[in-house]
C-alpha cells in the first residue's frame, strides 16, 4: 500500500513539475515545435496531395478491372489507376490555366487602358460636389496616377505571372516552395503506392499496445471523419464544376464578355463554401464592369438567378445531403474556420464539423437509448405496484 502511494505522488510530482516546465521554457519549447512543424511541412504536404489524389486513384481502382484476379492485373492495378490519377488533376489545374490566363490579360491591359480616363471621370463628379474642400481636390488632381497605376499593375502582373508559373509546376497555391512541393509530391506518391502495408502495419501497432475497445472508437472515428471528409470534397468539387458550367453556358447564351475565364473563376472560387460564389461574381462584374456597364448588371442579375438555383436545388443535392450539416453550423465552420487559418479553414471547416456533429450525434443518441432502456424497468415495477 505504501508503495502504492509512493508512486502516486511521484506521478503527481512529475506532473506539476512538467507543467511547471512547459511554462518557464514555454518560447524555447515553442520554438522547438516550430522548427519540428517547418521541417514536417513536405509530409504535410504529401498526405494531403496523399489524400486528394487517393479519391482519384479509388476511382479508377473501381472501374480498372475490379473483378480480375489475375496477377498481371493486380500488379499493374495501382499504377495504372495512380497515373490516371496525376493525369486527371494535372489535366483540370491545366484547363483551368489555360481558360483564365489569355482572357485576364486582356483584362488587365484594358484596365491599364481605360482606368486613367475613369479616375478624369470620378475627378470631375467630384468637383462638382459642394462640400468636398479644393485643397483634397487639388492633391488628388496633382497625382500621378497612370505612373501608379502602372507601377501597381506591373507588380500585379509580375506577382500574377509567378503564381501561374507556381500552379504550373507545384500544383497548389498554398504550397510554400518548390523543394517543400516536390518532396511532398515524392512522399505522396510513396503512400499512395503503400497504402495497404501502411494500414497493415498501423493495425499490428494499434493491436500490440492499445486496448480493443479503444481501438474501436479510434476506427470508429477515423472512419467518420474520412466519410465526410471524402464526401465533402467529392461533392464540392461536383457542385463548383456544376457551377462554373452552368455559368459559362448562361453568359455565352447572354452574349457577355470573359464567359469562359469567369466561368472557370466562379468554379474554382465555389470550392469555398457560401463565401465563395459572391467571391467569385465580384470579380466577374468588376471585370465586366470595366467594358459595360449595362453588361455588368445584366451578370450581376443572371448570377443572383444562378445562386438561387444553386443554393435551393444543386448544393442540397449535391453536397447538402452528403454531408449532412444544417446550414446553421455550415456558417459558423466557415466563419470560424476562415478567422483561424483563412482560406484553408473555409475548406476544412466545414467537413471537420460535420463530422463532430455526426460523432455528437451518434453519442447523444446513444445515451439517450442508454437511459430510456435504465428507466423502463422502474417504470414496469410501479406500474405492477399501482396494479396490486
Not at 511547471?20 to 515553442?30: E, F, G, M, S, V
Not at 496633382?142 to 506591373?154: H, M
Not at 505522396?188 to 494499434?206: G, P, S, T
Not at 449595362?294 to 443535392?317: C, D, M, R, S
Request: aromatic share 10%.
Amino acid at each position: 500500500m505504501a508503495k502504492i502511494k509512493f508512486k502516486n505522488y511521484i506521478k503527481v510530482v512529475a506532473f506539476i513539475l512538467s507543467i511547471y516546465l512547459l511554462i518557464r521554457y514555454w518560447p524555447n519549447i515553442a520554438s522547438a515545435i516550430g522548427k519540428v512543424f517547418s521541417a514536417a511541412a513536405p509530409v504535410f504536404i504529401g498526405a494531403v496531395m496523399a489524400y486528394v489524389l487517393n479519391i482519384l486513384m479509388s476511382f479508377y481502382e473501381r472501374h480498372f478491372f475490379p473483378k480480375s484476379n489475375k496477377r498481371s492485373v493486380l500488379k499493374l492495378r495501382r499504377p495504372i489507376c495512380v497515373i490516371g490519377a496525376l493525369i486527371t488533376l494535372t489535366g483540370i489545374i491545366a484547363l483551368i490555366a489555360v481558360l483564365i490566363t489569355p482572357q485576364l490579360t486582356a483584362c488587365v491591359q484594358m484596365v491599364v487602358a481605360e482606368l486613367p480616363g475613369a479616375i478624369e471621370w470620378v475627378m470631375a463628379k467630384l468637383r462638382s460636389l459642394p462640400f468636398i474642400p479644393d485643397n483634397i481636390l487639388d492633391s488628388l488632381a496633382s497625382a500621378e496616377w497612370k505612373s501608379k497605376i502602372g507601377d501597381i499593375v506591373s507588380t500585379f502582373s509580375s506577382g500574377l505571372g509567378s503564381a501561374f508559373d507556381f500552379a504550373y509546376t507545384a500544383v497548389s497555391s498554398v504550397i510554400g516552395g518548390v523543394l517543400d512541393t516536390v518532396i511532398g509530391f515524392i512522399f505522396a506518391l510513396y503512400l499512395l503506392f503503400d497504402k495497404d502495408r501502411l494500414l497493415r502495419q498501423l493495425k499490428r501497432i494499434m493491436n500490440a499496445y492499445i486496448p480493443q475497445k479503444a481501438i474501436e472508437k479510434i476506427t470508429h472515428v477515423s472512419l467518420t471523419v474520412n466519410d465526410c471528409f471524402h464526401d465533402f470534397i467529392v461533392g464540392q468539387c461536383t457542385e463548383a464544376l456544376v457551377l462554373g458550367v452552368l455559368c459559362m453556358l448562361g453568359m455565352t447564351v447572354l452574349r457577355l464578355p470573359y464567359a469562359p475565364m469567369i466561368g472557370a473563376l466562379m468554379a474554382f472560387t465555389a470550392l469555398i463554401p457560401i463565401v465563395g460564389g459572391f467571391i467569385g461574381a465580384s470579380v466577374g462584374a468588376f471585370l465586366i464592369l470595366m467594358e459595360s456597364p449595362l453588361k455588368a448588371l445584366i451578370f450581376l442579375i443572371f448570377i443572383n438567378v444562378l445562386q438561387q438555383i444553386e443554393g435551393n436545388l444543386i448544393y442540397p443535392k449535391v453536397v447538402g445531403k452528403s454531408i449532412g450539416l444544417p446550414g446553421l453550423w455550415v456558417l459558423a465552420a466557415v466563419t470560424v474556420g476562415g478567422g483561424v487559418w483563412g482560406i484553408s479553414g473555409m475548406i476544412i471547416g466545414v467537413p471537420l464539423t460535420a463530422a463532430i456533429y455526426k460523432l455528437l450525434k451518434e453519442h447523444t443518441e446513444k445515451k439517450e437509448h442508454s437511459l430510456a432502456a435504465a428507466s423502463k424497468p422502474e417504470q414496469e415495477t410501479t406500474d405492477t405496484v399501482l396494479k396490486n
